[in-house]
């Protein structure tokens, strides 16, 4: 939180995107709002689809800092037909950085001045490509979706979109989805990931392979049993840029179970239980043999819209790995999600990692001043699988609300490094606006 023309510009380009989301929403006629789809015919919509975040990252990590403002704008739409079932999405992302007092990337691109190893990362990239296009079949029982497309899966432990940076994670890909009953099936064959860094982020801005999502079980009442296999095989090609202390270790084959269950104690009251179970050894060009086990438990009491969690997961580490220690590795998950918000285990130590928590969180439904209003806190401590190294501690905390159609979000993060990494601090302010 050192620059002043950081934060002016923030409080600049806020009022900015303030300004334009009421202005759209005062010339909407009154019987619809910005944004809702258009009749263009017997059966047929077009759907405009804008997503506008405007973000500003704070980081000081031990040696180094950053101070990030960033404006991310998606723009794109989908036409339906109803009567075929079909639709076709197209979408763009540009991301336009406000400053430059941040290295955009973790690795040495070439002919990139946004990679600036002197100052800390965030991973918010100056960039524009294609983000989105798809052609789907869709009906109640039946999904079908072909092209450039988002994934999540489950919790995103294993796949997901990561979200929360400016440029999302997206896989050329070919998925299908079934419902029938109580069963859900979704597979997915996909060639290529195009990762967070964007269109300039050579060599990482994807990676190809042969990727195999299975996800299926049943949900019956308030239980949901699943089993997943996610079968990732990259081409030796991919990865001739990046480290030799990686080369192909990211292909691997992972097999589990997910359980979850929500019991309601009382009108108010409710128990939500979470289990995860899950295998994971090398695979396709991986060389390094290895075999790891992955387990989730999770309880969160819900009252009166306040919900407090606990739990405990595991990232397990073989000792005997060719090549020695190694543990469960999950390239495709949305990161940020798990293990602090912090990000200082993006990829999981060697010797594996174990995160206890603990957590509150709340809405407050009746607070008419501020629409939304939201707070989340947590706390972690993390260690080894092997080893019993104890690694370090982390408190979360966030505070959310709406103002008319924007959406704001106020998020620190404060990890305390004792057997791995450094000391790191993040902030965050963030104004959101989509239709």
């Known amino acids: 939180m050192k620059s002043f023309r950081t934060q002016a510009a923030m409080i600049a380009l806020t009022g900015l995107l303030g300004m334009a989301q009421s202005a759209r929403a005062d010339t909407a006629p009154a019987q619809s709002h910005v944004g809702d789809p258009i009749s263009i015919g017997d059966g047929v919509s077009f759907d405009p689809m804008l997503d506008a975040r405007l973000r500003w990252e704070d980081v000081d990590a031990g040696t180094k800092s950053a101070d990030a403002v960033t404006l991310r704008t998606r723009l794109g739409f989908e036409v339906k037909d109803t009567h075929s079932h079909l639709g076709f999405l197209a979408e763009a992302v540009g991301t336009l950085a406000l400053d430059k007092d941040y290295s955009a990337f973790p690795f040495a691109v070439a002919n990139n001045d946004q990679y600036r190893p002197a100052l800390a990362t965030v991973a918010d990239p100056q960039t524009l490509g294609l983000n989105r296009l798809q052609l789907q079949y869709a009906t109640k029982a039946l999904t079908l979706t072909l092209g450039r497309q988002r994934i999540n899966l489950d919790d995103q432990r294993f796949v997901g979109s990561v979200g929360w940076r400016q440029n999302e994670q997206v896989f050329d890909a070919v998925r299908g989805q079934v419902h029938q009953g109580v069963f859900d099936l979704d597979a997915t064959y996909a060639i290529q990931q195009h990762s967070i860094y964007g269109a300039y982020g050579n060599p990482r801005d994807y990676y190809s392979g042969r990727f195999v999502f299975v996800n ?160 989340a806190v947590s706390y972690h401590w993390f260690g080894s699988d092997v080893g019993n190294v104890k690694f370090g501690d982390e408190v979360d905390a966030s505070v959310g609300f709406r103002t008319r159609r924007v959406n704001w979000l106020v998020k620190y993060a404060s990890y305390v490094a004792k057997g791995f990494g450094t000391d790191t601090k993040k902030f965050w302010l963030e104004a959101d606006y989509a239709f």
């Open 216 to 375: 299926g079980g049943v949900k019956d009442g308030p239980i949901s049993l699943k089993g997943f296999a996610y079968l990732l095989d990259y081409d030796k090609t991919g990865f001739i840029n990046l480290p030799s202390t990686r080369g192909q270790l990211d292909s691997s084959q992972t097999y589990g179970m997910r359980f979850a269950t929500l019991l309601p104690l009382s009108r108010t009251v409710s128990l939500g239980l979470t289990g995860s179970f899950a295998r994971q050894s090398n695979y396709g060009n991986n060389t390094r043999a290895y075999n790891v086990k992955y387990y989730l438990g999770d309880a969160a009491l819900t009252a009166h819209n306040q919900t407090l969690n606990a739990g405990y997961e595991l990232m397990g580490a073989d000792a005997n790995a060719v090549g020695g220690t190694w543990s469960m590795q999950t390239p495709m998950a949305t990161l940020h999600k798990f293990d602090g918000w912090a990000d200082v285990f993006l990829t999981t130590p060697n010797a594996g990692l174990g995160d206890s928590y603990v957590g509150l969180s709340g809405k407050f439904p009746k607070v008419k001043a501020l629409p939304g209003l939201n707070y």
